[in-house]
């Protein structure tokens, strides 16, 4: 057996796990990885210009492509800047395999002031992770990598991370490779399945209620045919969007904060099937947490259920698995359907469609123009930004795992990097960033690494010379004692050029046209918007 480099092993343990790509930033620590690169072209290594895009781009990547995202970087500062996508990639329940450095074998722990050491670094990044494992020998490279992997696939998909010192990826060893470990998704107990069917069966207006958890599983189909089956209306998260298209007749749209479906259907459904979904409270908003519906809960994580709300009947399983049983079991038997009555789902509807009138007329005419040009295989990633907060509500998904947020945490800066890791994953589909000059400026050096690889997001770059929600708060809440919320920026256009891209400066009403011509470019474009600071959905009380 050929005795190989710890850099080789983990290059290689790679390639036998399929991975295709890898999102990474070099320091003298890895440089043993970057090394065994050199003789895998068939592993696209793609260089970066800060940590937090090598886990933004995993991310991304992960969302659209369906498979775990790999992100590389040094010990220490480069873990603590890459911890940000990690833990979007945590809220989100996103499979991104960290492979990060560590100071030389003899000083971990010892605190002496190494070279980029954090004491106990697997500590860092213990709250945003499944797992994680350092490695202290050559010959345990493939097994620790091959247990991220499985990880990230069983279960709940969130991040893992694996440590190696750079004395440990400069030795050489005799290394064994073992195949991908492969696991089949947890199955539904029987009984749970016609406990769940006999309520939703029985009931007089069942409500499905859907999160992450159906994409991520890949239950679109299975969700579509529950629904039509029992009549039931199927309200969604935002991370949810597209688990249903919008455009069905059983589609009541996402809620955010009291907004949309799950605050006006909630109050009158007697059975709610929640899928895929923790109950966030800024989808839920004023909804009474004392629920009169009777809760059928269905979560791979067995830590969600009943963990925001009481439950009739839990089930630990994989979405996709227990949503065509469930649909066997229905329609196995005779039952009345289409329990709620047209009319009543008409206006839950209208009275969403009155509220973006009264509160975000300007903002969804923009959204309102974004969706007429773009085509239903379009990927949205969605800013933390006033557009981006209002295309929850008013933009319309039509295809599964075309629509990104940055879940419960709100990453400020997320959104550019992450299209840029979506458009790597899918080349073929058109993928827009909704962001804010706020946001924008955090990954602005990323402009060189689209161009570098010719990786052609189009950002439609809203800017209101301000952190916009925080400068909104002080004017609302703090009679306008404004501080520390302006900004001062330059001409995106010109930056954009400046870099190689293309710059597009669009006014509100001419973001359609703009749009369009971006999308014919096919170079990395940004389009920048003017815009002047609006209120968001959760500074206002409905």
Same mark, same amino acid.
């Given at each position: 057996?050929?005795?190989?480099?710890?850099?080789?092993?983990?290059?290689?343990?790679?390639?036998?796990?399929?991975?295709?790509?890898?999102?990474?930033?070099?320091?003298?620590?890895?440089?043993?990885?970057?090394?065994?690169?050199?003789?895998?072209?068939?592993?696209?290594?793609?260089?970066?210009?800060?940590?937090?895009?090598?886990?933004?781009?995993?991310?991304?990547? !992960?969302?659209?492509?369906?498979?775990?995202?790999?992100? &590389?970087?040094?010990? $220490?500062? %480069? @873990? =603590?800047?890459?911890? /940000?996508?990690?833990?979007?990639?945590?809220?989100?329940?996103?499979?991104?395999?960290?492979?990060?450095?560590?100071?030389?074998?003899?000083?971990?722990?010892?605190?002496?002031?190494?070279?980029?050491?954090?004491?106990?670094?697997?500590?860092?990044?213990?709250?945003?992770?499944?797992?994680?494992?350092?490695?202290?020998?050559?010959?345990?490279?493939?097994?620790?990598?091959?247990?991220?992997?499985?990880?990230?696939?069983?279960?709940?998909?969130?991040?893992?991370?694996?440590?190696?010192?750079?004395?440990?990826?400069?030795?050489?060893?005799?290394?064994?490779?073992?195949?991908?470990?492969?696991?089949?998704?947890?199955?539904?107990?029987?009984?749970?399945?016609?406990?769940? !069917?006999?309520?939703?069966?029985?009931?007089?207006?069942? &409500?499905?209620?859907? $999160?992450? %958890? @159906? =994409?991520?599983?890949? /239950?679109?189909?299975?969700?579509?045919?529950?629904?039509?089956?029992?009549?039931?209306?199927?309200?969604?998260?935002?991370?949810?969007?597209?688990?249903?298209?919008?455009?069905?007749?059983?589609?009541?749209?996402?809620?955010?904060?009291?907004?949309?479906?799950?605050?006006?259907?909630?109050?009158?459904?007697?059975?709610?099937?929640?899928?895929?979904?923790?109950?966030?409270?800024?989808?839920?908003?004023?909804?009474?947490?004392?629920?009169?519906?009777?809760?059928?809960?269905?979560?791979?994580?067995?830590?969600?259920?009943?963990?925001?709300?009481?439950?009739?009947?839990?089930?630990?399983?994989?979405?996709?698995?227990?949503?065509?049983?469930?649909?066997?079991?229905?329609?196995?038997?005779?039952?009345?359907?289409?329990?709620?009555?047209?009319?009543?789902?008409?206006?839950?509807?209208?009275?969403?469609?009155?509220?973006?009138?009264?509160?975000?007329?300007?903002?969804?005419?923009?959204?309102?123009?974004?969706?007429?040009?773009?085509?239903?295989?379009?990927?949205?990633?969605?800013?933390?930004?006033?557009?981006?907060?209002?295309?929850?509500?008013?933009?319309?998904?039509?295809?599964?795992?075309?629509?990104?947020?940055?879940?419960?945490?709100?990453?400020?800066?997320?959104?550019?990097?992450?299209?840029?890791?979506?458009?790597?994953?899918?080349?073929?589909?058109?993928?827009?960033?909704?962001?804010?000059?706020?946001?924008?400026?955090?990954?602005?050096?990323?402009?060189?690494?689209?161009?570098?690889?010719?990786?052609?997001?189009?950002?439609?770059?809203?800017?209101?010379?301000?952190?916009?929600?925080?400068?909104?708060?002080?004017?609302?809440?703090?009679?306008?004692?404004?501080?520390?919320?302006?900004?001062?920026?330059?001409?995106?256009?010109?930056?954009?050029?400046?870099?190689?891209?293309?710059?597009?400066?669009?006014?509100?009403?001419?973001?359609?046209?703009?749009?369009?011509?971006?999308?014919?470019?096919?170079?990395?474009?940004?389009?920048?918007?003017?815009?002047?600071?609006?209120?968001?959905?959760?500074?206002?009380?409905?």
């Amino acid at each position: 057996m050929a005795l190989t480099t710890g850099g080789q092993a983990v290059v290689q343990s790679l390639i036998r796990e399929g991975v295709e790509v890898v999102f990474g930033l070099p320091g003298v620590q890895i440089m043993r990885i970057f090394d065994a690169f050199y003789d895998h072209p068939e592993i696209r290594l793609i260089t970066v210009r800060h940590e937090q895009t090598t886990t933004y781009m995993a991310y991304g990547y !992960a969302r659209v492509k369906g498979k775990p995202g790999v992100a &590389l970087v040094s010990p $220490g500062p %480069g @873990v =603590q800047n890459a911890s /940000a996508g990690l833990g979007t990639a945590y809220a989100a329940s996103t499979p991104v395999l960290l492979l990060a450095g560590q100071v030389e074998s003899p000083m971990i722990g010892k605190d002496h002031g190494a070279l980029h050491e954090v004491n106990d670094q697997l500590e860092l990044v213990r709250p945003i992770t499944k797992w994680r494992q350092r490695v202290m020998r050559v010959q345990d490279i493939p097994e620790a990598i091959r247990e991220a992997m499985r990880q990230m696939q069983t279960g709940r998909p969130r991040p893992t991370e694996v440590e190696i010192p750079p004395d440990v990826l400069s030795w050489s060893a005799d290394v064994e490779f073992m195949p991908p470990e492969t696991s089949p998704p947890a199955l539904p107990r029987r009984d749970d399945v016609r406990s769940a !069917a006999e309520l939703l069966m029985a009931a007089k207006k069942p &409500l499905i209620f859907a $999160g992450g %958890g @159906v =994409q991520l599983s890949g /239950a679109s189909t299975e969700l579509v045919r529950l629904a039509e089956s029992l009549g039931a209306p199927v309200a969604t998260t935002h991370e949810g969007k597209g688990a249903i298209p919008e455009d069905h007749y059983l589609s009541l749209g996402t809620g955010y904060h009291g907004f949309g479906a799950p605050s006006l259907a909630m109050p009158t459904a007697d059975v709610v099937l929640a899928v895929g979904t923790r109950f966030n409270p800024q989808i839920l908003g004023a909804t009474s947490s004392e629920a009169r519906w009777k809760l059928i809960q269905i979560d791979v994580d067995p830590t969600v259920i009943g963990k925001t709300y009481p439950v009739e009947i839990g089930i630990v399983a994989d979405a996709k698995a227990t949503l065509q049983a469930l649909v066997e079991e229905l329609e196995r038997t005779e039952y009345p359907r289409n329990k709620w009555p047209e009319p009543e789902l008409d206006e839950i509807r209208k009275t969403l469609e009155r509220q973006l009138e009264q509160h975000a007329p300007f903002q969804c005419a923009i959204i309102s123009e974004i969706r007429k040009v773009l085509d239903d295989d379009a990927v949205i990633v969605s800013g933390i930004t006033n557009v981006g907060y209002w295309s929850h509500l008013a933009y319309r998904v039509r295809r599964p795992n075309s629509y990104l947020t940055a879940s419960y945490f709100a990453t400020l800066g997320y959104a550019f990097p992450t299209a840029l890791g979506a458009k790597v994953g899918a080349p073929e589909r058109p993928v827009i960033a909704i962001c804010g000059d706020g946001g924008f400026m955090y990954a602005l050096p990323e402009l060189a690494t689209a161009v570098k690889y010719g990786i052609n997001v189009i950002v439609l770059l809203f800017v209101d010379n301000a952190f916009g929600a925080s400068l909104n708060d002080q004017r609302s809440r703090f009679q306008s004692r404004v501080v520390g919320t302006e900004l001062y920026n330059p001409s995106f256009v010109r930056v954009a050029e400046v870099f190689g891209a293309k710059g597009i400066k669009a006014e509100p009403e001419n973001i359609g046209k703009a749009l369009e011509e971006a999308l014919e470019i096919k170079r990395p474009t940004v389009i920048e918007v003017p815009m002047p600071t609006l209120p968001p959905p959760f500074q206002l009380r409905l």
